[in-house]
């Protein structure tokens, strides 16, 4: 009977040490890293967008894993490279949805998410933060898609103000030959014909492209009074030159997916008097409480990331989708953070104005102009 009982007890103890292991487990697999998909260009002409977007956001997400606590959960950005490329980024998402990451993060590019699109909407995965302002991407309204960035038609409103306030009327439009350069296009068409005026003439430039010569001569020969850019930075910069060499005089406005830094690092002396619309708050200057945060956190991280205008919106995307993913509970699921996210309202982040609930996933609507100075700076 002893024996018997030795070994009721044996068993008892096994199975409170199996049920705390079990426990343990559990918590261990309830504590594990949420992980986001990223797919963007990290080679190729377009690679710096993908590098420096990716460079802001692992700055945030670090600081918030460093101080992970209870309730807490931390964040891992997982990337895969599809150089722009569409079918390289559908690929991409679709080894993500495999994977069953939590949410997709900060995709770059308009056809590459547009690809991307059908895929995410089929799984039902959130969609934060694309690098883009095409107006495919926000209406009509995805439930699944939040964006921190003003849209291309935000943009080229502004830009057009500023021409038709400079009092100029003649407006040639230089875009890339795919989603995101019709995107511009129809922005610009829309944007000057609020002022009755439509573009003066227009060329092409292929994705991940720099062969610039035709649109050089289409454009520079209708003698536009500006010509406004919806292209990479690497075409661009070729356009740019290109253009000067061939005679033009007029001035240069860009969306801001051009790139700025990557745009003055491929001009350098060239880039002066370049204008280019910008949906983030400056990263140089200190007086603002968002570039003052975003400098210090350069500093803590080692200064391994550099200070520019698209490593501060990963930053951004990074800061307000951990707000949403703090409001969404210790044990977020992709429900609640949609929840979440949609009960935002309008908050300030570090002093930048963020809004969205369960008719608006747009975040913002900022737009300032900055212009390249020839020197290795942007004035605002």
């Known amino acids: 009977m002893k024996h018997l009982a030795l070994g009721r007890r044996r068993f008892s103890i096994g199975l ?29 002409p377009a690679a710096q967008l993908g590098v420096q977007l990716h460079q802001g956001a692992q700055l945030h997400f670090e600081q918030w894993n460093a101080q992970a606590g209870s309730g807490r959960r931390t964040v891992e950005l997982r990337t895969l490279d599809d150089g722009y490329e569409p079918d ?21 590019g308009t056809p590459t998410s547009v690809a991307a699109m059908p895929l995410l909407t089929q799984a039902k995965l959130p969609f934060f933060a694309p690098f883009t302002g095409a107006e495919a991407l926000r209406q009509p309204l995805n439930k699944l898609v ?15 103000n500023k021409l038709t306030h400079l009092g100029l009327s003649k407006i040639g439009v230089f875009y890339q030959n795919d989603a995101y350069g019709k995107a511009g296009l129809d ?28 649109a050089v001569r289409t454009l ?14 690497a075409a661009s910069a070729a356009f740019v030159r290109a253009a000067r060499k061939a005679g033009y005089g007029g001035t240069f406005y860009n969306l801001s997916f051009v790139g700025t830094q990557a745009l003055m690092d491929e001009l350098k002396a060239d880039g002066a008097g370049v204008v280019v619309s910008q949906v ?3 990263p140089y200057q200190s007086a603002r409480q968002l570039t003052r945060e975003f400098q210090e956190a350069i500093k803590k991280g080692g ?3 550099q200070s520019n205008y698209s490593s501060l919106e990963g ?6 989708f951990t707000e949403g993913l703090r409001q969404a509970g210790a044990r977020p699921t992709r429900e609640s953070l949609i929840s979440a996210l949609e009960g935002f309202g309008t908050q300030q982040i570090a002093g930048f104005q963020v809004a969205f609930g369960p008719g608006n996933h747009m975040g913002s609507r900022f737009v300032e102009m900055s212009m390249l100075t020839g020197d290795g700076r942007v004035r605002v």
Request: with cysteine; charged share 15%; aromatic share 8%.
């Open 16 to 44: 409170g040490a199996a049920a705390l292991g079990g426990f343990g487990l559990a918590r261990a697999q309830s504590e594990a890293p949420l992980v986001l998909g990223q797919s963007a260009p990290f080679s190729g």
């Open 220 to 233: 520079v020969a209708a003698r536009p009074e500006a010509i406004v850019q919806v292209s990479t930075y």
């Open 303 to 305: 200064n391994k990331v």
């Open 315 to 320: 930053y951004v995307a990074a800061r307000v």
């Open 187 to 214: 922005g610009m068409t829309l944007a000057l014909g609020t002022h009755k005026l439509a573009p003066v003439a227009q060329a092409t430039v292929e994705r991940n492209s720099v062969d610039v010569a035709a």
């Open 280 to 282: 983030m708050p400056s």
């Open 146 to 160: 939040f964006h921190v960035r003003a849209s291309y038609n935000d943009e080229t409103a502004a830009i057009v």
């Open 88 to 108: 390289r980024c559908a690929a991409n998402t679709r080894k993500f949805i495999t994977d069953d990451v939590f949410a997709l993060f900060g995709y770059v």
